[in-house]
């Protein structure tokens, strides 16, 4: 088992920053695929981000995708993936969740509780 606790949330304006934190323990993660989710008021859960074992990354490319403003990373050594976000929109507020899945799965299997971000105009 793999449990996940998200960190760094909070209230911030529009064009600043924050830097979330998910730290895992129950077993290491270095063989996991590591993810952020979103899921803003009324909408589904969106996917922002994933980081493979390797340290490979893919963004949400959608038009008004985060990609260029979030970058993803991972501390092995820490058990622990960061989301640092730049530039904040106000449509980036949302509850930020992390999930993680072992390389041989095609699922995440593991989720945390979420931390929120809302971003004032």
């Known amino acids: 088992q793999v449990q996940l606790v998200e960190s760094g949330g909070g209230l911030v304006q529009a064009g600043g920053s924050l830097r979330l934190s998910c730290a895992a323990s129950?077993?290491?993660?270095?063989?996991?695929?590591m993810a952020w989710f979103r899921q803003a008021p009324g909408k589904e859960r969106e996917f922002v981000a994933t980081?493979?074992?390797?340290?490979?990354?893919?963004?949400?490319s959608d038009s008004d995708s985060v990609k260029g403003r979030f970058t993803i990373s991972r501390d092995n050594a820490k058990n622990t993936v960061y989301l640092q976000m730049n530039k904040l929109k106000p449509e980036d507020t949302a509850v930020y969740y992390c999930?993680?899945?072992?390389?041989?799965?095609?699922?995440?299997?593991?989720w945390g509780q979420g931390t929120q971000v809302t971003v004032s105009s």
């Open positions: 980081i493979n074992w390797s340290g490979g990354s893919t963004y949400n």
């Open positions: 999930a993680a899945k072992h390389w041989t799965s095609s699922s995440y299997a593991y």
């Open positions: 129950g077993r290491a993660v270095s063989s996991y695929a």
